[in-house]
């Protein structure tokens, strides 16, 4: 099945500061999609990216899916302690339609 | 109405015990999925129903039993866990999944805890 890796694990940052999260695969992604876990909470979809080279924004959030369709990155603007929690990449589909793989994931904290 | 519900929120069972877990969407979606979360780690898949017919069974240990009575209802049948198996039980539920993929949408999940 299809498999990504992510990183950073952890990210700690000052409120103000951007942040990064990568995912990257071996293998040519049919799309990804992104997630986001507040502190006790459960995963909500950000968006999904199916196009090569693709770039989405939602406010401070930029996406990114890279041209070869085998990483993509979730960017934050000038974060806020609001921004704080785990941000989750997913790879869909494949030969296993409905088979949701994520990261790892990347742990958020802001400092105020 | 974009809400996934599911009960109870918490759960503690001892190992000789037999609950269920319950999940409700009236998206009419017709996929409807159960994860199994551990601390600081992903969401693992567990079970796919898609058109109210098992599609997806992620090898998942016979203790763990779901069924989808109709379109819009999930359980998870739970018989026999270890503690091993306490964890945050995530439901989802989207359109019909195809190759490019659809968003999933979960539910706040049941911590379950097994002693």
């Known amino acids: 099945g299809q498999q990504v890796m992510q990183i950073p694990q952890y990210q700690h940052v000052q409120e103000g500061e951007d942040f990064t999260t990568y995912c990257n695969s071996s293998t040519t992604l049919s799309n990804i999609q992104w997630y986001k876990q507040r502190p006790g909470g459960h995963p909500v979809f950000l968006i999904q990216?199916?196009?090569?080279?693709e770039v989405k924004k939602q406010k401070r959030l930029t996406f990114q899916f890279g041209e070869a369709k085998k990483n993509s990155s979730l960017h934050i603007t000038a974060t806020q302690t609001t921004d704080v929690g785990t941000y989750f990449c997913a790879v869909a589909g494949g030969t296993s339609y409905g088979k949701l793989t994520f990261g790892q994931g990347t742990i958020l904290t802001v400092h105020p | 109405d974009t809400e996934v519900t599911q009960t109870p929120k918490h759960l503690v069972m001892g190992m000789t015990n037999k609950k269920s877990l319950k999940c409700e969407q009236h998206?009419?979606?017709?996929?409807m999925y159960w994860y199994k979360q551990k601390a600081k780690k992903p969401p693992e898949l567990m079970f796919v129903?898609?058109?109210?017919?098992?599609?997806i069974n992620e090898s998942v240990p016979s203790r763990f039993s779901p069924e989808c009575p109709n379109s819009s209802l999930l359980n998870l049948h739970l018989h026999a866990l270890q503690p091993e198996d306490s964890a945050l039980y995530l439901c989802?539920?989207?359109?019909?999944?195809?190759?490019?993929?659809?968003?999933?949408?979960f539910g706040p999940g049941t911590r379950l805890t097994v002693t």
């Open positions: 989802a539920s989207s359109l019909i999944p195809g190759l490019a993929g659809v968003t999933q949408y």
């Open positions: 129903y898609s058109y109210e017919k098992l599609s």
């Open positions: 990216l199916v196009k090569s080279g």
């Open positions: 998206m009419g979606h017709r996929a």
